[in-house]
């Protein structure tokens, strides 16, 4: 039997889901620069548990995740899991309306799932369609249409560790020019506010290692 392969972030192994996925999957961890699965070229899932959702709701948080989610992968998909959603002193106009929201607005599809052994299977069930029926690779960083240059140059730089979009937007600035930021040394990266030494060294490490087949 042919197995979906499935990249889940670090972030994810405590909720005990990739060890769920282990046994009908073939599992890659690693750290994933924008989402918590992904499950092929085009898909990538943003996972919250009821309560992280509400607090990113109070936060104002969850949209900024979904727009690099959505920035990132053609076909984001957000999960909420548990009973929880309605757990808390919230209104639940409030909740439904952002759920209303990132539905019409962001166009992001928001699946419920009772708990973790629900939400692997629903991951699993993604996985094997694309990559089966519609004969989909999987990607650490999707392929999104239509970018317009701008939105490409700053998506090339989001691929660098721990740079997010904002950083990314830094960066570009910063230097002037996507060619600019990857040929920056150590000390010129960290005259950037948000890059300290450590993330700094991640960055020229990456840019300066030799590929190995």
């Known amino acids: 039997m042919r197995c979906p392969k499935i990249i889940a972030d670090t972030r994810e192994v405590f909720s005990g ?14 750290q994933i620069p924008v989402g918590d699965y992904i499950l092929s070229e085009r898909v990538a899932v943003e996972r919250k548990r009821a309560e992280d959702f509400l607090d990113s ?12 989610l ?19 002193n919230i209104d639940r106009r409030a909740i439904y309306g952002a759920i209303a929201s990132l539905l019409t607005d962001y166009d992001i599809p928001v699946i419920r799932t009772r708990d973790a052994e629900e939400t692997s299977f629903i991951l699993y069930a ?15 960083r999707g392929k999104k249409p239509n970018m317009s240059l701008k939105e490409r140059q700053q998506f090339l730089v989001e691929g660098l560790p721990d740079v997010s979009s904002i950083l990314a937007k830094r960066l570009l600035f910063h230097f002037g020019t ?3 930021v990857m040929m920056a040394g150590m000390e010129e990266l960290m005259e950037v506010e948000g890059i300290g030494k450590k993330k ?7 840019m300066d290692a030799e590929w190995e087949d």
């Open 17 to 30: 889901i990739p060890a769920m996925l282990e046994s009908m999957a073939e599992l890659e961890v690693k």
């Open 57 to 68: 709701l109070i936060r104002k948080k969850i949209f900024e995740q979904v727009t690099r």
């Open 70 to 88: 959505r920035n990132a992968y053609e076909k984001p998909v957000l999960v909420i899991e548990d009973e929880g959603l309605f757990s808390r």
């Open 126 to 140: 993604i996985a094997a369609r694309e990559q089966f029926k519609k004969k989909r690779d999987v990607a650490l």
């Open 178 to 180: 996507v060619r600019n």
């Open 200 to 206: 700094a060294m991640k960055i020229t490490e990456v």
